[in-house]
């Protein structure tokens, strides 16, 4: 799969996360999605909201694309990551892979590696 092929819930999740457009991106994941970020577990959109409001979009984190592969039911997106988190001691470039899971048109998982 090429970066230009990618589902287009994920590409949504990406425009949503660059814009910054909160609400979009929430409405991306399903009403029971799990995801995983550093470790610590959110499910729910109300969990994810409170997550993204303050690890992503308080932070102003952007997303670009950079490779997209399938395994099994999952596409991972490997992205580089932007933002004005503390960047100390992280690569630069940081790249972090997203594995989603996707059910009708809608994130059901989400882990950030």
């Not at 609400?23 to 991306?28: G, K, L, R, T």
């Not at 909201?49 to 099994?72: C, I, M, R």
């Not at 580089?80 to 001691?89: A, E, F, I, S, V």
């Not at 594995?99 to 882990?111: A, E, G």
Request: proline content about 5%; overall charge negative; aromatic content about 8%.
């Amino acid at each position: 799969m090429e970066i230009d092929q990618l589902p287009s819930v994920i590409r949504k999740y990406i425009d949503a996360s660059n814009k910054p457009d909160p609400e979009a991106f929430v409405n991306c994941f399903s009403e029971d999605a799990v995801v995983v970020d550093e470790g610590k577990k959110r499910i729910g959109q109300k969990a994810i909201k409170q997550w993204s409001d303050q690890y992503h979009f308080g932070a102003n984190v952007t997303l670009e694309p950079k490779a997209v592969k399938e395994n099994q039911d999952e596409v991972i997106v490997t992205c580089k990551l932007d933002g004005t988190y503390d960047k100390t001691g992280l690569p630069d470039p940081l790249l972090l892979e997203y594995h989603f899971s996707i059910v009708d048109d809608k994130i059901v998982s989400l882990s950030i590696f």
